[in-house]
């Protein structure tokens, strides 16, 4: 069994995911949008929960499916049976990658471990994402996003200084395992097939929620362990830089970061405010962080007196760096982004035309592409049991009828 040809980098790599939710499903969604032939395992009386996620069209089609369920063909099985785990491993006996997300000890009581996965494909990539980890006293534990935002110090770092602890608006930690997830299977790819000369061995990664979120806090643990330092809440200042903030306007909002002297001093200029480049308090980055309030506050004294556009257009006759706070109807109205293409538009039975981002990044000579939006239900069953693992139209009404697909 070969994987179906797509186009994009990935063309040729055949992922077995049997994840629900999102860190599993949104690192399968990167590898399907280059090329990637993304076979998605869902439970055949119970689909993924995202499947039901607002926002929804009146037909009661959810937007939010349509996009993490993109290029990737839809079959349902039930994994903890007996002839569902046959098929699985039929499955898995000619993937590149399979992916899951269930609570750890789940897929071994399924009898679809590592050692089984292995037994049956060498060369499989099983990544494993789960809340804590496979290992540890707290392996056994259910996980959400939530609890990784709270346990890995996010929350505690986000927000004002003078409020409660804030939770991102978006599934920032399975987001963010998600990326991790994508980058190491990657990596094992590179060292099973072409580091020096190819192991030609798969291997198990175990991304936890937690631990991608605390890797981007570069410093911190160091900080904490030389000097006892603890980061707190800053709002929208940065606690290394200033300026860095967002600047009411007459109007509105507005971004900026000035922390490179001459960029701030570009910035003093352009404010009518010169006399802050010679104020020792502001003498260099360092200065400004410890007086960063009277600084921002000057800075705003100005913003507020110009609209955003008239803010915006003076700074960058300056050569500061700013931008405008945008909501999703200015970015699809900006024109850099319909320049760049940053947006397609694709052709849905349920939805009809609908418009979704294009592939991050862009490639010269290989680019990702948007095939289709989220599948139906089981929509590609007789395709993958008929087609690929050669299932008769009866062994497959037989395997609806005792509901193991």
Known sequence: MTARERQGPLDGLRVIDMSGMISGAFATTMLGDFGADVVMVEHPKVGDPIREWPQKTDDGVSLAWKSLGRNKRCITLDLGSDRGRALALDLIADADVVF????????????????????????????????????????????????????????????????????????????????????????????????????????????????????????????????????ERTGNRHPSTAPRNIYETEDGYMTMSASNQKIFERVAEAIDKPELIEDPRFADNSKRVENVEPLDAAIEEWTRRHTTEEAIDILEANDAIVGPVYDMADIVADEQFQARDSFVEVEDPDVGSLKTFAPVPKFSRTPGAVEFLGPQHGEHNVEVYGGELGLSPEEIATLEAEEVI
Do not use: C
């Open 100 to 231: 899951e997300n269930f609570r750890p000890g789940t897929m071994e009581r399924w009898g679809l471990g590592p050692e089984d996965v292995h037994e049956v494909n060498e060369r499989a990539i099983m990544v494993r994402l789960s809340g804590y980890g496979q290992t540890g006293p707290k392996s056994h534990k259910p996980g959400f996003g939530t609890v990784a935002e709270g346990i890995s110090g996010w929350a505690h770092a986000n927000g004002f200084p003078d409020r409660e602890p804030l939770l991102p608006p978006i599934s920032l930690a399975d987001l963010t395992a998600a990326q991790f997830a994508l980058q190491s299977t990657l990596m094992a790819i590179y060292e099973r097939d072409l580091g020096r000369g190819g192991s030609g061995e798969g291997q198990v990664i175990d991304v936890s929620l937690t631990e991608p979120l605390w890797r981007l806090f570069f410093g911190d643990l160091e900080a904490y362990d030389r000097m006892g330092h603890v980061t």
